[in-house]
Each structure stands twice: as C-alpha cells, then as structure tokens.
C-alpha cells in the first residue's frame, strides 16, 4: 500500500465525510464511555474520539488499552467541532492495530538531554523535530533549484582522500587496506578538476571534520553544499552566495508555514534579501579591538568574535579579504594588496557565526606551488591538484555552505545538532 491520505487532507474535508487513516497514537485520554486518541502522521496531529457503542466492542476495549506510538488504522467520519484542537475532529468508526507498542514510549516529558540523545531514533518522532527535518529537505531542494536553474551542474565526489583541503588538523584517519587515507573535508579540489569540463558544478554531500571542539555548533560530520565557477572572480561568488542563500531562505519561507508555526516561529525573508554587506578583515578586526578583544592580524575569529561582530548587522553580512595566515593555502592573494587574499566567509546576524567560507583560487602553477611551500605542504601530496594548474587554467571560485549552520541560525536552534537526524559530534557517533 502506497499512502497518499493524510491528516492535512482529512482536515480540509466537509463534515461527514468518512476517512480512513493510517498513523500513530502520540497521546490517549479516557473519559469513561469516550477515549480520545491524539492521532499523529507526518502531516501533523489529530484527534479521534473513540465511543462506546459507536465502535465494535473490540475496538473500544482496544482503543482503552493502547499504549503510545502504536500504529493504528482509524476509519471514522470529519467532525467540525471548535472545542477539538484545530477544530477538526474524527469520529471513530473502526480502529485496527497495525503495530502495538510493546512497552511504555520512553521518551516523556521531563527526561534528561543525554537520555533523548541516546534515543534519538525514537525521538525523532516528535512534530518538532519533524518539522526541523521537513524543513532541512526544503533548504536542499530549493538549493538545488536554483543552482540548476541557474546552470550548475551537481557532481559527486569521493569521500576517501589523501590530502588536506582545510589543514590537517581535522582530518579523520582511516585505514584502506594497510594504507592511510583521510575522510574528506570539503569537494572543493575535485570540484576545481570538474570545472575544466563542467565549468559550473556543485555538490551536495558529507564533509568531516575531525574537530575535538565541544561547541553548539560543530559537529564532526556536515553536509556541505559546495559549488565552483570556472572565470569567476571574488566578487562573482558572492552575487551567487547571496542570491543562493536568498532563494534557499524563500523556499523554507513559501513552503514550510505549517512547519514554522510548529516551531512557534516566523521568518523574514527579506533578512536574507540580497545585496550583503561587505565588511573587509581588516575593519571588522578594528570594530573587535575597539570592543576590547585581544585579538591580532591574522588571527581567525572564534565564536565570541563573530558574536560581537554580527551584532553591527542586521543581514547576513560578508567578511572578505583574510589574512594568507589565517585561511588555507589555496587561497587567492590580492594582487593589489598580497598580504590578504580575495575570500569571503559569510557570517549571519544574530551570533550564530559562519555558514559559508570560500574565495578565489590561486590559479597559477608557480604561485600555488610556492603557498604549498610556504605553508609547509609536501608538493608531492598535490601533485594532481597542481596538475589542474598546468593545462589551460583559468581564474575560478568556488565556496562551501553549512546545511546545519544555516538550520541552526534560520530556525534558532539550541545546537547545531539538533539540525540533524542522527548528529555526529566528538561525544556522540550513536544512534
Ligand atoms: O572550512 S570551510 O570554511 N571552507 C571549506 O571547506 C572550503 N573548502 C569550501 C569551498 O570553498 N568549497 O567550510 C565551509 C562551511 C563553513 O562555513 C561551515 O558552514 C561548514 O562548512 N562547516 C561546518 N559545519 C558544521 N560543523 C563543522 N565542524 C564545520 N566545519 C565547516
């Protein structure tokens, strides 16, 4: 059977209509004669009102007992009814147990964050955290929407890699057959070597990182949206960044308003209107010395910094032009000003941080190789990177946007993990 009926349709129905519906039991009240069952699937929570002599006998005794999270099928009728929560309610008719719960649920009101951590497979059950990942599959596609629309090609890249993208640092060691390779940090470089033929590409998978960092909002395992643009200079990426963001704001904003409300929440979408301000490292480094940080030229900002900082915005807003020392050797120096190169990460209003770093690549062969150098590298641990340098290359940007991040900042998230369906933190690789 393919379920295509749901609460959301039943409630649209005129009064009378028989139903039948297939879904969970979140909550059950028994009032002698009568037993209400809050009845939930994914398109919310609905009430059945079970009454004696109105069902078969069985089913009423069946209704009485039944524990929470059972699954059920209830064939009843549409009652417009303004004392029922959301004023609809269903008569029951029939009701079938399909899967009874075998124990009580033990997710309940009161339990410790640790307890609903290790039983998240349970948890996420909850029209909260529905409603979240509702909303996360809405960021994606309207994502991915956009960037097709506008001429980007998805490419998928691998996840064992042997050399660092972002410092080795994070990098999770995994044994391949007797040999060390690295779990991947970020597409970018096989994304770099795609542009040569696809020239607008984009990906959408896990990055990992292996961040000791007990912070609201780091986790070990992250889906990153990255996208590279062959010809594209710094400011090219950020027109895309911003309209991108834009677009992935609207199509939570025009799709998901029952989701919202279940988070009690509103979004403004106009925050996320483009054009971003532009602030250079240089004058946002000026702006935290002159609050008092203890912070020096070429130091990254942490999260007290970028806090501090977001509080001058009201939009997302750009940080562009970082010091070589404190960003990735790929990076692109300014030719006007080597000391800093031509990169942006995008930080949101509000304290929640960075969701998006990226930049210009450096795209000649001698000068890439001379950052490699100087930043330590082995030269022959890049030797294919550089490659890319050698056969017609061309100036080419790219950035990398945080999926979770961006849930965490636009739904107001306590932590960045509960923008996952099973978080991978340094505490936490199970459920
Ligand atoms: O390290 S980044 O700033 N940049 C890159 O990885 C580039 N190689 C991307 C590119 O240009 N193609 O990471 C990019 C974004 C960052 O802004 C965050 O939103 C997210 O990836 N990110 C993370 N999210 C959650 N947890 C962790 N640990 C994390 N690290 C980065």
């Keep these: ?7 959301e349709d039943a409630v649209k129905l005129p009064e009378g209509t028989e139903v039948e ?8 009240r028994a009032h002698g004669g009568l037993v209400f069952i809050d009845l939930r699937d994914r398109t919310g929570v609905i009430q059945v009102a079970v009454k004696r002599g109105l069902v078969p006998e069985s089913s009423f005794e069946k209704a009485e007992e039944i524990k929470q999270e059972s699954a059920v099928k209830i064939r009843g009728v549409v009652r417009h009814d303004p004392r029922a929560p959301g004023g609809v309610e269903i008569q029951c008719r029939d009701l079938e147990v399909l899967g009874p719960s075998l124990d009580d649920f033990p997710i309940k009101k009161g339990v410790k964050v ?4 290790d039983n998240r497979h349970l948890h996420i059950r909850s029209p909260r955290v529905a409603a979240i990942m509702k909303i996360r599959s809405t960021l994606m596609s309207s994502a991915r929407s956009w960037l097709e629309e506008h001429g980007f090609i998805e490419v998928n890249c691998p996840s064992f890699i042997t050399a660092a993208v972002e410092g080795g640092a994070t990098l999770f060691k995994v044994d391949y057959f007797g040999r060390e390779v690295y779990l991947t940090q970020s597409s970018q470089f096989y994304q770099e070597a795609a542009i040569y033929s696809l020239e607008k590409v984009y990906s959408l998978q896990p990055s990992f990182r292996a961040e000791l960092s007990r912070t609201r909002r780091h986790l070990t395992e992250f889906w990153h949206l990255e996208a590279e643009m062959a010809y594209a200079e710094l400011e090219d990426m950020m027109k895309v960044v911003e309209e991108l963001f834009h677009a992935m704001v609207l199509g939570v904003y025009e799709t998901d308003q029952r989701e919202l409300e279940i988070l009690g929440l509103k979004i403004d979408p106009d925050v996320a209107k483009p054009p971003y301000p532009r602030v250079r490292y240089a004058e946002a480094l000026e702006i935290l010395q002159r609050k008092g940080f203890e912070i020096e030229w070429g130091d990254d900002f942490g999260a007290d910094e970028e806090r501090e900082l ?5 939009k997302p807003f750009f940080v562009t032009h970082w010091p070589k020392e404190a960003k990735a050797f ?3 120096p300014d030719p006007r000003e080597p000391s800093v190169c031509r990169n942006a990460d995008l930080l949101t209003p ?9 930049g210009q690549r450096i795209h000649d062969y001698e000068q890439l190789l001379e950052r490699i150098r100087e930043e330590g590298l082995n030269p022959e641990d890049y030797k294919w990177y550089l490659d890319l340098r050698k056969y017609g290359s061309v100036p080419h940007s790219g950035f990398g946007l945080g999926i979770e991040r961006m849930l965490w900042w636009l739904l107001r998230l306590p932590h960045i993990r509960d923008a996952c369906l099973f978080p991978r933190t340094p505490a936490r690789v199970y459920p």
């Design 310 to 314: 977001s509080k001058e915005f009201e």
């Design 1 to 7: 059977m393919l379920k295509d009926f749901y609460i």
């Design 350 to 358: 509000g304290g929640y941080g960075e969701v998006v770093g990226g």
């Design 114 to 117: 640790k307890f609903i951590l």
């Design 330 to 332: 790929y990076h692109l």
């Design 21 to 28: 519906l297939l879904g969970w039991v979140r909550n059950k």
